[in-house]
């Protein structure tokens, strides 16, 4: 009747108890507040039904901030755990506990809160800046949304009832079959990717389709702001690598339900095509994250040094040459696995090229702020970290696309300082910067800026606290996912620096999360209006926050920059008259299908087959019922529509 | 909502023509009795015909891409096209890649396993 | 014509500018999208042929191809898919015309054609299963089986699929939003021969040699 889910699956050990406890807790806790300010018909029609990009952009942000919560918890607690487990001291964690606290942190920090951000920003940014009212597709951009997130649900799912899995963020395979891990650990670690993966790809093909087909008239490509630019990369990379990742869950799928022999130790079959198809998709994917962060960094340099971004057309081939290079280098992602060093040379010569076009980014960032006017404001200070920061984890990188260094610190704590450069470095201090810039656009008003400037030196210090040393440790031979190490090694000392590190990160994530609640309680002081960075793209050009149509008249460009040209009298963007406006209506079928996708999931982890069969044909069914309604719109007449205009203006 | 394209509109959009899929079905129809035929008669063997086969299917495919499926007939700009030359381009990498790599490693693995 | 999302042609042309794309209706960019969507699903055939590729020899003492594959099943099956997709397209066709029965009847054939390729499919499997070949017996088995299931998995949802639009047809007649999709059912049909057109010849006729 349940599979193979018994009473015992609710049972844990006393730290996940307690981690239990306080999500169930603090689960309940916002459910009640909403229920207490009396907000669930307003979020049922304003957010959870909404096919609007902005919304559904917030949304995506706010899953994604909510997993991160998640995702740092399992960093604390691998960080407090290799700072006491050396020598005779266990630490507070168990071998099979932390195996699933580093798989789940990998898990959540690239699913849920990467590609979160970064659907997020796409949702919000996108449409403005290419003067279009919607996306292109936007029951899709709902379903995609809602997929992501019941598959987020998942992992909280995986939390409580059962074991998550122990195999690591990319489930290697033999040890992610079903003769070594038997379990709903893997299982659950299918479903939540695989799930994730279709959302992404439908998002991927809705974004790519907008950028290519809804820029407003006269923003040809090379008039698109580099975000624009940077999105349309990212989102190509989606489209083209997220299939590999399908099939091969696909394949491990067949291996665990249907005892199939792709990737198993016997019967004839391979483990190392796992690990290179999965790596084939893996490569693109670290791409399809940072590419969106360096499109971000393309806007706010200019803005705030006051000068127009240095080199626009060796930005866009250096995005087209990064996103290209990152489809032919994943083998130096197991360089040690046995290849000859042929193979491990070509891939290695093609990690090293992916250098020249990043290198050529960041100078061009550093020139434009050459002889400008440059405001010093926190979207800036979290620029120079990332210059700072990224690039010390490029050049390590760099180290690493060597075969024979990789030999040397493969799979040790000097990889994880590489790519937490990146991923951090990179995207998050990216996304800290355009969460901040974009910030007034969405709402009206600003962040508290001397809150962003402690939380930034914390985040700063913290991270090289928590980073730095583990180059050193890799460099001693400290190897990853260790829950334990000899005291004679001596590495305790820098994992309790290590550990210090995290805390600050923690403190400057505390900082940031009260001053988001600050600002909003604040935020009559802290009205920004529709440009309040004298901007130069085109969202800047409506009001904040912006109107649900965006535009009330599709701009017209003929020159990058559009906005800098208005002002300077060398454009008119609104020079039609208005128009009807018509708005897709909202629809509960796209939570509809992501609740049922997240139950089909757990249904099959827990081998439920019954629910699973059940909740897939009601999937079939939602889609059928929306495939056979009437395309619903509602129309705001053009004398309605310049009733508004009015009333922002005033 | 009133139709933005009338279905006269669209239908005169699709490209499908009587014409086209004659030539495609023939076609194909013709280059998949010449495969078998070449198969079961053994008029050819081994290494050429491997790559006789894979030259008639890759020509069928082709026949099929643009006679059935209509690709390079879009108006300008031409975008299915180029994401189909794209597509094209990553699936070479990927089936190429893994190709020479597992081969690669399986060269490298102990002689009788 | 005048929705908010549609350039319009009407408007006084500007200097030096050029609109990006005139096609910015529904039809164009649904088609587009849904060929974005055939592209991901070629990927996803491209790595379960490389995987078969791969593990078509790792057959761990069970049968290789050469001794299990059929040639003429192989040729039955290409010729009705083949014949299908011909029928589908006439479908269409009609379509285009607005002849509502004839549409019906075009596609009801390539139903009834679809369905007998899944159905001999069916067949060819559960006679390997019955006899001992099954997808758990090694590595090449599981590889062919993925595959080609996986192709007939497709096949079938397309018989789903049209099923359900010969009923939308039926009850509401060619509208826009119809025409639009039987166009992407089409695309997905042809989609499905091009796929087998690799099948029967890596599969079946490379197996047997």
Known sequence: MLGRLTFEAFLHEPSQNFAVLMMTLSGLAILGWITYLRKWKYLWDEWFTSVDPKRIGIMYIVVALLMFMKGFADALMMRLQQAFASGDVSGILSAGHFQEVFSAHGTTMIFFVGMGVVFGLMNLIVPLQIGARDVAFPFLNTVGFWLFAGAANLTVISLAIGHFSTAGWLAYAPLSGLEYNPGEGVDYWIWMVQIAGVGSTLSGINFLVTILKMRCPGMTFMKMPIFVWSALCSMVLVVFAFPILTATLVMLTMDRYLGMHFFTAGGGGNPMLYINLIWAWGHPEVYILILPAFGIFSEVVPTFSEKRLFGYTSMVWALILIAFLSFIVWLHHFFTMGASPLVNAFFAVMTMLIAIPTGVKIFNWLFTKFRGRVHFTSPMLWFFAFVLNFSVGGMTGILLSSPPVDFQVHNSLFLIAHFHGMVIGGLLFGFFAGFTYWFPKFTGFFLDEQLNRYAFWCWLTGFLLAFMPLYMLGFMGATRRLDHYEAATGWQPLFVIVAIGAVLILIGALIQFFGLFWSIRNRKKLWAGSDPWNGRTLEWAIPSPPPIYNFAIVPTVDQLDPLWAMKRGQLNLFNQPYEDIHLPKNTPIGLMIGFLSMTFGFAMTWHIYWLALLSFLAIIACIVIRCSGKDEHAIIPAAEVKKMEAAYKS | ?113 | MSDSLTIHHTREPFPDTSVPDPHQDIFSKTTLGFWMYLMTDCLVFATLFVTYAVLRHNTFGGPDSRTLLELPTAFIETLILLTSSLTSGLGLLAAKRSHRTALLGWFALTFVLGASFVAIEMHEFTQFVHAGHSWTRSAFLSSFFTLVGTHGAHVTSGLIWMCIMMGQVFFHGITVANFRRLVLFNMFWHFLDVVWIFIFTYVYLIGVL
């Open chain 2, 1 to 113: 909502m009133h139709d933005e394209m009338s279905l006269k509109e669209i239908q005169k959009e699709w490209h499908g023509s009587y014409r086209a899929y004659a030539i495609g079905f023939i076609g194909s129809l013709l280059f998949t009795l010449l495969s078998f035929f070449l198969v079961l008669s053994q008029t050819l063997i081994g290494a050429p015909l491997v790559y006789t086969l894979s030259g008639l299917s890759l020509t069928q495919a082709i026949l099929q891409f643009v006679f059935f499926l209509h690709v390079g007939q879009e108006p300008k700009p031409k975008w299915e096209t180029v994401l189909f030359a794209f597509m094209i381009l990553v699936l070479l990498i990927i089936v190429l890649g893994t190709l020479w790599i597992m081969h690669d490693l399986n060269d490298r693995v102990m002689v009788g396993m």
